[in-house]
């Protein structure tokens, strides 16, 4: 928010030099407080926003900006709904709903599975909305800054890292140092499994990977995550590498990018596979006669993630998904890179 000074002045030509002074102090007083420690700036997407002090009252919108909030102690007075990962009458993931019961708070839930909830937004009566990690377009974030000022995301929509989310939403916050301090503390957090699990870590380290969706049952077409993407570039916080045919399917425009089953040759060059399924897509996929002949799942280097479990939706990481995942996480990426050659 931008504040707007307004001086009207009537003076008679006796005290033209008294009004001078007058407002000589009071345009250093709009100075100081245009430079003040506690305004808050941050340059998206859209533009800029600006808070003119700390925000008290904070609704978080889309995947994951709630974590960080909580993360630094604050239970928002709004988030969005889970939709995925999570039964539906439960709303909260199971690190955001143990988060909260620590800090002793409520899950205030926007309904807002077919769309944003501005009504529901606008009752929380926040002071900011974080959407640091979100796909919220112009018309969503000319609608949300009505209601509060909106951190929004820097570039494009849903290419939000994971740390990156943590520095636009803790600077919103105005806790840009704690912000700071929680990714060096996640980091540490990573660093401490692979050193807990060096059979892991070494079966892992270097492997190329590819973080994919495949359909089972409609193999003629899938989905592959690029270095955008968070939940594949968190790939690289775990010690794996990106194979060379990554580069092909890079876009600055999107986070993902969806080939053909005749082209599946051209992923041949990496060690893992992993996409989402259940205990018999492994089986499936080598029976395809085309993706079947991706060395990768012909070697049985898949790793599956259970499709729509907290796992699964751990794998689009936040700081507290991290620390509640990350071994469950590790074995499976280290049972499916054993079988890699």
Request: net charge negative.
């Amino acid at each position: 928010m931008k504040n707007k000074f307004f001086l009207i002045a009537i003076l008679a030509m006796c005290i033209v030099f008294s009004a001078c002074s007058s407002n000589s102090v009071k345009n250093e007083e709009n100075t100081s407080k245009e430079h003040a420690p506690d305004k808050i700036v941050l340059d998206h997407a859209f533009g800029q926003t600006i808070l003119d002090k700390k925000p008290e009252r904070v609704a978080t919108i889309a995947w994951g900006n709630h974590d960080v909030a909580l993360a630094l102690g604050i239970v928002p007075v709004g988030l969005s709904k889970a939709n995925y990962g999570v039964s539906a009458d439960k709303g909260v993931l199971p690190w955001t709903e143990e988060k909260i019961k620590e800090l002793n708070g409520k899950a205030n839930l926007f309904d807002d599975l077919d769309g944003l909830n501005f009504e529901a937004i606008s009752n929380s009566k926040p002071d900011v909305i974080l959407a640091g990690y979100s796909g919220i377009t112009k018309e969503d974030y000319d609608t949300l800054s009505k209601i509060a000022p909106v951190a929004a995301y820097k570039s494009k929509p849903w290419q939000t890292l994971w740390r990156d989310m943590i520095k636009i939403d803790s600077k919103a916050l105005g806790m840009e140092k704690e912000g700071d301090e929680l990714i060096k503390n996640t980091e540490a957090r990573i660093s401490k499994e692979l050193e807990k699990h060096p059979e892991i870590k070494g079966k892992i380290k270097g492997k190329k990977v590819l973080f994919t969706m495949i359909n089972a049952a409609d193999t003629s077409k899938f989905w592959i995550y690029t270095s955008k993407d968070p939940r594949a570039n968190y790939l690289t916080d775990l010690g794996l590498v990106f194979p060379e045919s990554l580069k092909e399917f890079e876009s600055e425009d999107s986070f993902a990018k969806e080939i053909s089953a005749e082209e599946a040759n051209k992923i041949n060059d990496a060690d893992v596979i992993i996409t989402y399924g259940d205990d018999k897509t492994l089986e499936a996929l080598q029976k395809d006669p085309l993706l079947g002949k991706i060395n990768a799942i012909k070697n049985g280097a898949v790793a599956v993630i259970p499709d729509n479990t907290p796992l699964a939706a751990s794998c689009t990481p936040t700081p507290l998904s991290i620390n509640y995942t990350i071994e469950e996480y590790l074995n499976l990426l280290g049972n499916a890179c054993k079988n890699a050659k």
